[in-house]
Antibody
């Protein structure tokens, strides 16, 4: 059974950066895209970007271009999301999520069947 | 990329059927058959309920069904049950990314 386990909660100052990890187990890591989705308190889901580890190139939502960096380490089956220039509006639960399918006719980032438990990032002075 | 539009809330009595709409554009919902639906209970991670417009993952009740017409997708929950009370989000693939809907709170009366 696939499991995604994320790093723990973070409290950050405005203007700083945060890096959240997502370790996968129980399945093939490299060929499935991993996305990062965030949810501000009481708000909806927001796709930030994703990466297909075997290719190593990330795609980002336009809103986060230049401020987010998504990477993956195939040797440890771990994906990372780093968000810089933090502001109070970045306070949210950040989830990693794995694509339902890989390769062939699958469009990456089209649906997510495994999710991490979420990581609360609080930005406060 | 703008969020897909969903009604803020939908309610129904146990046993009834409800439908949640998800409206996008020809660049997302209308352009691809890659609409998904997620259920989220408070404090929990989202759960995939429908993928590729109308397909159910293994283990998801057949009371959940999806469809699409033009730029609008729909999720229907039939035989509404108490445990269906949750937030529901649609999403659509769009040009090497995905966009989520605004979310709908389903209340079982």
């Amino acid at each position: 059974q696939v499991q995604l386990v994320q790093s723990g909660a973070e409290v950050k100052k405005p203007g700083s950066s945060v890096k959240v990890s997502c370790k996968a187990s129980g399945g093939t890591f490299s060929s499935y895209a991993i996305s990062w989705v965030r949810q501000a308190p009481g708000q909806g889901l927001e796709w930030m970007g994703g990466i297909i580890p075997i290719f190593g190139t990330a795609n980002y939502a336009q809103k986060f271009q230049g401020r987010v960096t998504i990477t993956a380490d195939e040797s440890t089956s771990t994906a990372y999301m780093e968000l810089s220039s933090l502001r109070s509006e970045d306070t949210a639960v950040y989830y990693c999520a794995r694509d339902r399918c890989s390769g062939g006719s699958c469009y990456p980032y089209s649906s997510f069947d495994y999710w991490g438990q979420g990581t609360l990032v609080t930005v406060s002075s | 990329q703008s969020a897909l539009t969903q009604p803020a809330s939908v309610s129904g009595s146990p046993g009834q059927s409800i439908t949640i709409s998800c409206t996008g554009t020809s660049s997302d919902v209308g352009g691809y058959n890659y609409v998904s639906w997620y259920q989220q209970h408070p404090g929990k991670a989202p759960k995939l309920m429908i993928y590729d417009v109308s397909n159910r993952p293994s283990g998801v009740s057949n009371r959940f069904s999806g469809s699409k017409s033009g730029n609008t997708a729909s999720l229907t929950i039939s035989g509404l049950q108490a445990e269906d009370e949750a937030d529901y989000y649609c999403s659509s693939y769009t040009s090497s990314s995905t966009v989520f809907g605004t979310g709908t709170k389903v209340t079982v009366l």
